[in-house]
């Protein structure tokens, strides 16, 4: 039995929502005073002092006319834990408040010492990207993206923060890639035209899948320039010397990075495993590292703590392949598998299994075509003559003779197997006697598309298996044992955990004193937090680098923020009310009945009591603060309708215990 987590976000997932993302079509241009309740829309704002924009308003006024009007305190509580939700991962995750402060107090780099920055990575699943600076030399190591939470609306997904290395582009040496999980190449396309476009170094699988990635950003981001690497390259990058040391996971042609730096050796394990029993995923080089150790200790060791959670070993992909060929001997009709579509190792096996049972093999999607075509070209994958048919064959054959290898394992609305499980595909329907195999783990967060694809399935009829009834899934990352297996062979001196949540680096860091280290020397950063390494001793300083999120939403990079997002929360949760008030500038009375438009709050025509109620109150508020200052001539807009939404929010929650945002529109006339 398998943990259900225990895998990275993986290109099947992601080119499916990247197909998705990009076929839909351009985002509307976003309407005056979206940007929040706070900020009252340009027009008809007309600040008491100075000209626009000198004095922005409080976000609450705090004037002394103001009555206190915070919402009943139930409310006031609901909107304290909605505004902390939104900056929780913040908090949690991404020390935002934190480097918004301390943004501009990091020091210039120390002479003659070594800084190992993490940028992203060290708080999560994801957006790994590391870098060592030494002098003028830095070398980045990953540049990773990271799937929203479930309150981040729209957006797309998280990239890391490069702020730090903003006018250092020159000093960038180069670009190391340990593989091509998303989680690890997903930001280049955004972030490489940041850095200045310095060079990237991967094996051959990597960068093809790099490149082939590029071409959906053809518009937004440059040409790369790529330099693929092999196990036994050595590059020489400024004043680093880089090898490479190849590692087991579950894309191929993943490694790691050994770089020798001024102040010691440093050890990148990218994402790895260790598989013992079969090299179907890779081999991590352990002899080599052996050999590096006994030569000279290494001084630091950044190693993946993906898996950390976990006891034990990782299962041997063998034992994997095993449980699948008992499958397919023993299918009376169709099997259609579902997996990784970067799992080329495991896909490769099932397709030589599938020939010597005398099947055919349809493969189906969009990213599992590409991804084998590449492993094809490079040799990853050897495809038997006549043995893959394309789709349109498949009605000659019988169904115990077909083999679907197909993407939607994570339960994706548009992939292959939910549009089988939805008879919306076009050659295949599914039928009694199917067996479908999910080869797979669920990424955390799919549970639920992964339990509504199971369900319909079960509708169907049809036979499902996945990795909770049998063992037909090995995770890509080391659990514990293995763990102490790779800081045992490489014996650094400090041991610094990376790739996980911060309770896994701590667990990881557990597994380090299992293996003789003490707090002394086990380093657990946050994201942006500087490492410092200087005559054979690396600290934690006290320093961070900006590493607050950063969002991409369609075409935009950086541009939606905090506020942004909270607003985009609050109409999610409780909808938009707004109200259009004409305001006759010489009688200062308020023409007609105020105009009230909603989204998502009530449904208005069965509200009409409400609105009555609520077109009074702000017809009152209007002409009382307008009136109130009728001496000084000029009206405050700004204090008006922040009176107007502090009154109808007020109002609104006390009907209906619900937080629209309130838009105030003024129209004077
Ligand atoms: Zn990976």
Redo the contacts with the bound molecule.
């Keep these: 039995m398998k943990d259900a987590t225990d895998d ?1 976000p ?1 290109n099947t997932n992601t080119e499916q929502k990247d197909s998705a993302r990009f076929s839909r079509p351009p985002r509307r241009r976003r309407a005056p005073g979206q940007q929040g309740p706070q900020r009252p829309p340009e027009h008809g704002n007309r600040p008491r002092h100075g000209g626009p924009g000198e004095h922005r308003p409080p976000r609450r006024p705090q004037t002394p006319h103001q009555p206190s009007h915070r919402a009943a305190e139930q409310g006031v509580r609901r909107i304290a834990i909605r505004q902390q939700r939104a900056y929780h991962a913040h908090e949690d995750q991404g020390g935002a408040r934190r480097t918004e402060q301390q943004a501009q107090t990091y020091q210039p780099t120390r002479s003659n010492t070594l800084r190992v920055i993490p940028i992203g990575g060290v708080e999560e699943v994801g957006r790994n990207m590391t870098v060592l600076e030494y002098n003028d030399n830095i070398l980045i190591i990953d540049i990773g993206l990271q799937f929203p939470e479930e309150d981040m609306p729209g957006i797309d997904y998280i990239i890391p923060n490069t702020e730090y290395l903003k006018g250092k582009e020159k000093n960038i040496v180069g670009v190391i890639i340990t ?1 091509a ?1 998303y ?2 190449i997903g930001g280049i396309p955004h972030v490489i035209p940041r850095l200045g476009n310095p060079a990237i170094y991967g094996t051959n699988l990597t960068l093809a899948i790099i490149k082939k990635r590029q071409e959906e950003y053809k518009d937004i981001s440059s040409q790369l320039e790529l330099h693929e690497i092999k196990n036994d390259t050595v590059l020489r990058l400024g004043v680093f010397k880089i090898e490479f040391f190849g590692v087991s ?3 191929p042609a ?1 490694v790691g990075a050994i770089i020798h730096t001024p102040e010691g050796i440093v050890v990148h394990t ?2 790895f495993k260790i598989d013992e029993k079969s090299d179907i995923a890779g081999v991590t080089e352990l002899d080599k590292l052996r050999a590096l150790s006994a030569r000279q200790q290494p001084l630091l060791l950044l190693s993946d703590s ?1 898996n950390a959670r976990e006891v034990g070993k990782q299962h041997s992909e063998v034992d994997v392949v095993t449980e699948l060929e008992g499958i397919i001997r023993n299918a009376k009709g169709r099997l259609i598998f579902g997996t990784f579509s970067s799992l080329l190792g495991r896909l490769n096996e099932i397709i030589q299994i599938g020939a010597r049972y005398k099947k055919k093999i349809i493969i189906e999607g969009r990213s599992m075509k590409s991804n084998v075509e590449i492993a094809k070209e490079l040799g990853f994958i050897k495809i038997p003559k006549g043995v893959v048919i394309p789709v349109e064959d498949m009605r000659g054959y019988k169904n115990h003779e077909i083999m679907i290898l197909a993407t939607g394992a994570q339960g994706e609305d548009r992939a292959v197997l939910m549009r089988i499980a939805n008879h919306e595909h076009r050659f295949i329907e599914v039928e009694p006697g199917d067996t479908f195999v999910f080869s797979s783990s669920v990424i955390p967060g799919n549970e639920r598309t992964v339990q509504r694809l199971t369900d319909k399935l079960y509708r169907e009829g049809v036979d499902v298996i996945n990795y909770r009834l049998m063992d037909i899934h090995a995770g ?2 080391a659990k514990q044992e293995d763990l102490k297996k790779m800081i045992e062979t490489i014996r650094p001196k400090f041991f610094m955990p990376i790739e996980g949540n911060h309770s896994f680096l701590c667990i990881h860091g557990k597994v380090a004193k299992s293996a003789g280290y003490t707090d002394d020397n086990i380093i657990i950063a946050d994201n942006g937090q500087i490492v410092e390494c200087k005559g054979g001793v690396c600290v934690k300083t006290k320093e961070r680098v900006p590493s607050d999120y950063v969002f991409v939403d369609g075409l935009g990079v950086g541009d939606v923020g905090d506020v942004v997002l909270r607003d985009r929360q609050m109409m999610a949760q409780d909808g938009m009310f707004v109200v259009i008030v004409t305001f006759d500038n010489h009688s200062r009375r308020v023409q007609g009945n105020p105009d009230i438009i909603s989204r998502g709050f009530i449904y208005m025509r069965e509200s009409k009591d409400l609105l009555m109620e609520v077109r009074k109150l702000v017809r009152r508020i209007v002409e009382q603060s307008a009136n109130s200052h009728a001496h000084t001539g000029e009206i405050n807009w700004v204090y008006i309708k922040d009176n107007v939404r502090e009154e109808v929010g007020k109002f609104l929650y006390g009907k209906t215990h619900r937080h629209p945002m309130v838009l105030p529109v003024v129209i004077e006339v």
Excluded: A, V
């Design positions: 990275m993986d593989h999980h989680d690890h996971h579950n894309i993943s990218g994402d993906t890509g990352h």
